[in-house]
């Protein structure tokens, strides 16, 4: 093995990876380990390499990504919680030409927000929202969401989620994909190097819809929220694959306006 | 002179928004306002003037559509009738709190509740006193025939940008279902995107380019002080509303011994009962208020001082009469009289009431 | 794992890579640790001014510029350095 002087490696020149200026320089407010960094940052890092920054808009929601102006470097505007996919059919209405996306915990876009989400997605508005599920209300202190798993322990579910009188876990994305405004519906991860390339790749594709102007773009992502879960985020994200992927599993649902479940 | 219509107060509206230059309307079906969507989505005003009309899945999508497109730096608006405005007013708080230009059209109907599709002007609190949570204003504007339904909106606009606030034109079933000869205002030009980002590309999300910060539209402020700040901010602002932008009608006031104080179709069913008054020798005048916020406080505070009383005519149990007597801060004697629940008061009955209230 | 034995295969004799890490802002969640494939990184036993250990290169000798590390940290603390050696 040849033994390199670090200073010889570390050199402007050999710079071939750094957390794109698209985000701000404020430190991410998130739980150490939370998916929402890593989504945060795939989305800004796909605006930077499409060329788009400066006609791009963002919309955050209620939940823990109401900053998520403070760390995303475009214009934005704060929704209010669940009316995301309003408010981002009224900019795309009167910018018709701007990318304009949403991005949505669990409870904005499933529970509050199901008609806001249903309408936007049945009008085939040209957006692309951005689903962060992690079964949990993070923000507010880990109450029971509609994509909450049966049996699952919250603070409003405090003896596991009971089908009987709570309702089954809420397929959000599989509904959606139903509707023929839907053009790109996928579910992706972003807790191994592996799902964050996936990830990449299917925000990309979500962004070249609303370029194209085929529809609707729907990327759901997988997350963990070791918080609200009240485990460390490896455990957390081990978690997430032996309970949540069986329930809500990793791909394409919707490519080319076609359904592929 | 602009071109004359017999129109329907609802139709006025709609006609002034596209004349106006409007970018957007985001609007729901609910009686008695839908005409205005009605005409609108009849008129295609995409092809005249390339104004977009949505009917939007709710009063709530539509507000929060207004929200976005608003914080866009567009011409935006919207319209519903008294139960549509309680689902709006989450948004209007945020369109208030985000300092956001925009106009909403409250047709009032019979409350509460479901109510009735008649009209009523119970919607009063809702409009000038908040109706959404926080402490912040509307800019209310009443019209009182199918003329000023046309000519407050650009009003309205000119005032939502002026202030960067949110207008409200608070109409009643009467005056938006009435028929009336209009002379339409000119047509606007709607601003061009360029325009757009040269006026208001400050503040408003038009895309970041690289030369400035990013523009943040939200109403979300975690450090108290700031909050406070910034609401002292908003107070000023409505204070200096209330400086200049009180607007009324005041009619045979110079010699009355007692005043009626009513806005929109109330106004002009007062007007017939002041003439009927004074027909029977009682001086009488009418304060047509045409901004309900801000309320012309000094000018009844003046008045208090030589007039006898006050009677608000309003269809309504008593609303804007809390603020008459405020104004009037005692000096004189002030009361209420209105039919309500969608039942309009007659002439008659308000000469009776006057009678009856101020003078016995 | 499959994908790491070959990424090992592939570069270790091709490349040396090194990473800088924002040191006050990582959070030591270690979520990054297991993902390297040739065990340069671990968290820190010291810690930074907010009390998280951060993450250090260990091994920086091991380091092949995969940037495995940088992609899945959700802070984007991490920023990855790459030379190419010439093979004899």
Redesign the interface.
């Known amino acids: 093995m040849i033994i390199m002087d670090l200073k010889e490696i570390i050199k402007p020149e050999n710079l071939i990876y750094t957390k794109t200026k698209n985000m701000t320089d404020n430190p991410l407010s998130y739980c150490p380990g939370c998916g929402h960094g890593t989504a945060h940052r795939l989305i800004m890092e796909v605006v930077e390499e499409m060329g788009i920054t400066e006609d791009t808009i963002g919309i955050a929601p209620v939940g823990c990504s109401v900053l998520a102006y403070e760390f995303m470097n475009i214009d934005m505007t704060q929704a209010a919680h669940g009316r995301a996919p309003a408010v981002a059919a009224g900019i795309k209405r009167v910018w018709p030409e701007k990318f304009v996306f949403t991005y949505q915990g669990d409870g904005d876009l499933a529970a509050i927000g199901g008609n806001e989400t249903l309408h936007a997605c049945n009008r085939g508005d040209n957006i692309v929202i951005i689903f962060v599920n992690n079964a949990i209300y993070g923000m507010t202190g880990g109450q029971m969401a509609p994509t909450t798993l049966e049996g699952m322990k919250t603070s409003t579910s405090p003896y596991g989620r009971d089908i009987h009188s709570m309702g089954s876990p809420l397929k959000m994305t599989e509904l959606i994909a139903m509707l023929p405004g839907t053009y790109y519906v996928t579910r992706q991860a972003v807790h191994t190097p592996n799902a964050v390339r996936k990830a990449k790749r299917a925000i990309r594709k979500a962004f070249e819809v609303q370029r194209d102007k085929k529809g609707l773009a729907f990327v759901e992502i997988v997350s963990n929220c070791n918080s609200g879960w009240k485990m460390t985020p490896n455990d957390a994200n081990d978690w997430m694959v032996e309970h949540m992927f069986p329930y809500f599993p990793p791909g394409d649902i919707k490519v080319n306006g076609k359904l592929k479940i | 002179m602009g071109e004359v219509k017999l129109m329907k107060g609802n139709e006025a509206i709609a006609e002034a928004a596209i004349r106006a230059g409007c970018d957007a309307y985001f609007g729901y079906p609910i009686t008695p306002q839908s005409e205005i969507i009605e005409y609108l989505m009849l008129e295609k005003p995409e092809e005249r003037t390339g104004m977009v009309v949505l009917q939007a899945e709710s009063e709530i999508a539509a507000i929060n559509m207004v929200y976005g497109a608003a914080g866009a730096g567009k011409k935006v608006m919207t319209s519903s009738s008294s139960p549509g405005i309680s689902l709006k007013q989450e948004g209007i708080s945020y369109i208030a709190g985000a300092e956001l230009p925009a106009v909403i059209v409250n047709v009032v109907r019979g409350g509460p509740g479901l109510g009735t599709i008649q009209p009523s002007q119970a919607d009063y609190f809702q409009a000038t006193k908040g109706g959404g949570h926080g402490d912040y204003r509307m800019l209310v504007l009443a019209p009182a025939s199918v003329q000023e339904m046309a000519d407050f909106v650009d009003l309205a606009f000119e005032l939502a940008f002026k202030y960067r606030n949110p207008v409200m034109i608070l109409s009643d079933g009467v005056i938006g279902q009435m028929m009336e000869k209009v002379v339409l205002p000119e047509q606007k030009p709607r601003l061009t995107n360029e325009e757009v980002i040269e006026k208001y590309g400050d503040w408003a999300t038009v895309g970041k380019p690289e030369t400035r910060e990013r523009n943040i539209i939200t109403s979300l402020e975690l450090d108290p002080h700031r909050q406070e700040d910034h609401n002292k901010k908003l107070q000023a602002k409505y204070r200096k509303m209330e400086e200049e932008e009180v607007r009324y009608e005041l009619i045979n006031a110079d010699d009355a011994d007692y005043i009626i104080v009513a806005y929109g179709s109330s106004a002009r069913i007062a007007q017939k009962a002041m003439d009927l008054a004074r027909e029977k020798g009682l001086k009488v005048g009418l304060l047509r208020l045409i901004t309900l916020f801000p309320f012309p406080k000094k000018l009844i505070s003046e008045l208090a001082d030589r007039v006898k009383g006050f009677l608000a005519v309003e269809m309504s149990a008593g609303q804007m009469i809390e603020d008459v007597k405020l104004a009037v801060n005692g000096k004189t004697k002030a009361e209420h009289f209105g039919r309500y629940g969608g039942v309009v008061h007659s002439p008659e009955e308000i000469v009776e009431a006057l009678e009856e209230k101020l003078i016995n | 794992m499959l994908?790491i034995d070959n990424i090992k295969k592939e570069k270790?004799a091709k490349v040396?890579?090194?990473i800088?890490v924002d040191i006050?802002?990582c959070?030591?969640?270690?979520?990054c640790v297991?993902?390297c494939p040739t065990d340069v990184i671990a968290l820190s036993d010291k810690i930074n001014s907010k009390g998280?250990n951060y993450l250090v290169m260990v091994n920086?000798?091991?380091c092949i510029?995969?940037?495995?590390c940088?992609?899945?940290?959700?802070?984007?603390?991490?920023?990855?350095?790459?030379?190419k050696?010439d093979d004899k």
Do not use: H, Q
């Not at chain 3, 510029?65 to 495995?68: M, S, W």
């Not at chain 3, 940290?73 to 920023?79: A, F």
């Open positions: 994908e270790m040396k890579g090194a800088v006050e802002k959070k030591g969640c270690d979520v297991p993902t998280y920086p000798e091991a510029a995969c940037k495995n940088a992609i899945v940290c959700p802070d984007g603390v991490i920023s990855v350095y790459r030379v050696i």
